[in-house]
């Protein structure tokens, strides 16, 4: 099923689709509506030379914020703005993030706060669908007040400029062959706003960071699962994980890991009394003494390492959604 891009919030499991799975892009009916009728309020009120100055707008940007751009000039103004950004070095971000990236200014959109127009939204879903990814230099932005110069790299890939190149199975090519071998136009015109609203937000840094969160949520699985297989190796003690015993500090991610350990060992006929009184060859005598009263610190208190690290990623989870 297609990833639909709404009002509604997407799901971090969303972008994953999107950006590592392929998953196809749609935008809701509702959204379409929305941004067409600010693009005509635009349109019919907005496009005079005698309209109040609006920064980035109708004027130019930094030092320049008071000079007005002239009506005639608003479309040469959206490429010089994009050209003046464009300025990032190094190897390029990696597929997924930019397929990430693409898809969060999409979401950005939604909004509609950011008075884009419609063409830009289907410009992006274009390219999301095709498989078309821009190359993004990966140096060249701290991530405040917008990831302007990796998104103008993005925004010159989108629009065909000479400059631009696209990954595109499998090869990295001018953009505008890239995107003719797609079978879409080479070129994308943008109007009034456009490139401010394109070029203007922290979403490379959002991007990646979702990237490197789902990892590491995937790496918080598999530690309790080789938490698990290790506690079995060993003979360990089940009953260092029981409820009742996370109860007294009540970490959630403690009690989620101790939980965890419990569902993965249920069970086990290693983790028993029975088991731990087998000797084997070689292993030193008991002199009918217990083989343990308890399991070393690094086995049996595992929930409370693991477990802050879960809330952790709980935590920067909720700052990224």
């Known amino acids: 099923m297609p990833v639909i891009v709404s009002t509604e919030p997407l799901s971090l499991e969303d972008v994953i689709r999107v950006a590592r799975d392929g998953e196809a892009v749609t935008l809701s009916d509702e959204v379409r509506t929305a941004l067409q009728a600010t693009r005509d309020f635009i349109d019919a009120t907005w496009m005079t030379d005698d309209a109040p100055l609006v920064y980035s707008f109708n004027t130019g940007v930094g030092v320049f914020k008071s000079q007005r751009v002239a009506i005639d000039d608003i479309r040469q103004f959206q490429t010089n703005l994009i050209l003046a950004h464009a300025t990032g070095i190094g190897d390029p971000l990696p597929a997924d993030a930019v397929r990430a990236i693409m898809l969060l200014r999409l979401k950005a959109f939604t909004s509609d706060h950011s008075a ?35 998104l103008a790299h993005m925004t010159g890939a989108l629009s065909g400029f000479a400059e631009a190149e696209i990954l595109y199975q499998g090869q990295r090519l001018p953009a505008q062959d890239a995107i003719a071998r797609a079978g879409l136009p080479p070129e994308m015109e943008m109007q009034a706003k456009d490139a401010s609203a394109l070029i203007n937000g922290s979403t490379v840094s959002l991007a990646i960071g979702v990237l490197a969160l789902c990892d590491a949520e995937a790496v918080a699985r598999t530690v309790d699962i080789s938490l698990a297989l290790s506690l079995e190796a060993m003979r360990c003690e089940r009953d260092a994980f029981l409820p009742e015993l996370h109860a007294v500090r009540p970490h959630p991610g403690q009690q989620l890991v101790a939980r965890n350990v419990m569902r993965l060992t249920e069970g086990s006929r290693r983790m028993t009394e029975a088991a731990r009184a087998v000797r084997f060859p070689g292993e030193p005598p008991t002199d009918g003494k217990p083989q343990r009263v308890q399991d070393t610190y ?11 690290a879960r809330e952790a990623l709980d935590y920067i989870r909720g700052i990224l959604e």
């Open 116 to 150: 884009v127009s419609l063409a830009i939204a289907d410009r992006l879903i274009a390219f999301l669908n095709a498989g078309l990814t821009p190359v993004i230099p990966a140096q060249g932005s701290v991530g405040a007040s917008g990831d302007l110069a990796p």
């Open 298 to 308: 690094s086995l049996r208190c595992a929930p409370q390492v693991h477990g802050p």
